[in-house]
């Protein structure tokens, strides 16, 4: 693990540390069953251990790690009934975002113009970031697509969950990227769905965003046989 500069001077200790071992046990930089101390996490962040306790409680409820008395911590396992579960509700919320967005769209509107351009480079640095196989900063643009879109519902709550939600959902993804390598295939979809979004077509939105996010459900088999080690089959 690498030292981490903490620079958020609002967010507590514990919440930044919290928020880097979440990010590298999303991308699988910490692996699925790999164990983890405090007293090693406290001297890579030179803090004591009670931020880093935080950190892991926080971890904890959101079930990216668990405690083994004794032992210390480790990165839990991909449950394939959570990422189903994830699935399922990610899929209604950010189905309903983006129709709203497109029943809303009104290209007088200053938001939405900001929001226009947003989109346009998005698309261009995916383009660019599939060129140069750089699936870590494609896989950063992808969230931030989303990200975009549904920001303009204006509603806290939704995005907060979602994230909450994508966590576990990401960490297959990652998995997929690496393995498929279809970056031109999600950038296409992307550009798709903007289309008929900016023309105000929500059923068109809805068809084509199913077929978007469906892909990792319908690839999840194959990921599993690929790497079966990181998996908790329920």
Known sequence: MTLFKISHQR??????????????IISLRLKPGEMIYENEVASDFGVSRTPVREAFRLLVNEEFIEILPQKGARISYI????????WFVRESLEISAFKKVAI?????EERFQKMYKSIVENLE?????????DYVEFFRLDEVY???VMEEVDNATLLSFINRLRGHV??????EFYDRKDTNRI???HQAIFDVLINKNPARVEDL???????SPNYLQNVIDKHPDYFQLD
């Open 11 to 24: 967010k507590t200790l514990g919440d930044s540390i919290y928020a880097h071992l979440r990010n590298e």
């Open 79 to 86: 449950s394939t009934k959570k990422v189903k579960e994830a």
């Open 104 to 108: 809303d769209w009104n290209n007088e």
């Open 125 to 133: 640095e995916q383009r660019q970031a599939s060129r140069k196989q």
């Open 146 to 148: 989303h990200k975009i």
């Open 170 to 175: 990401n960490r297959l993804r990652y998995l």
């Open 187 to 189: 950038t296409d979809d």
């Open 209 to 215: 965003l199913i077929k978007h996010l469906r892909q």
